[in-house]
């Protein structure tokens, strides 16, 4: 509340809260961070898939996401899913963001790093997701984070003077 009141948007302003998610993984940085954030932020997962369906299944329960498939080429096939969210390893998740490039119904992608194995095959995605019109983000920690978000707006209004150095 003090940083609204010093003028400050923590918050990135969400505009939009209709989406449908389908989420690839079940690991922790989908079952404890992604799927929690989601639900705070009111957006809906509708799908979920992993390597192991069961486990898929036990995360479905414990977040109330109403669909589990047996795959993850499967998810991203549902048409109910216009974003399509890899939590997967890295020498596997080209492959499924490709996939997801020909799906009509997919309006976007969140990949985590690192998104490719190489920056030639990670520079032909970027392109190649341009080319099909479908936005690709790729998960950096902290990038949207409240505290570089204010920081940012610290540095931009100068008052910290003129930086030199900065490290976290």
């Not at 389908?22 to 799927?35: K, Q, R, W």
């Not at 096939?77 to 080209?94: G, H, K, M, S, Y």
């Not at 570089?148 to 931009?156: A, E, T």
Request: proline fraction near 6%; include cysteine; aromatic fraction near 4%.
């Amino acid at each position: 509340r003090e940083v609204r009141a010093m003028g400050f948007a923590p918050d990135v302003e969400v505009r939009v809260r209709d989406y449908r998610i389908g989420c690839i993984g079940a690991g922790f940085i989908m079952a404890d961070v992604h799927l929690m954030a989601y639900r705070e932020a009111g957006f809906p997962v509708v799908a979920i898939a992993s390597r192991t369906p069961a486990k898929a299944a036990t995360v479905a329960g414990r977040w109330s996401i109403p669909t589990v498939h047996e795959t993850p080429r499967a998810l991203i096939e549902d048409r109910q899913v216009e974003i399509v969210d890899i939590a997967f390893p890295p020498d596997q998740q080209l492959a499924l963001v490709r996939h997801a490039l020909t799906q009509p119904h997919v309006k976007a992608i969140l990949a985590q790093k690192p998104l490719a194995m190489t920056h030639a095959d990670a520079a032909a995605l970027a392109a190649d997701c341009r080319a099909a019109g479908k936005v690709l983000s790729v998960n950096q920690n902290m990038r949207f984070d409240q505290s570089m978000r204010v920081l940012k707006q610290i540095l931009d209004r100068g008052e910290l003077g003129q930086p030199v150095i900065a490290t976290i």
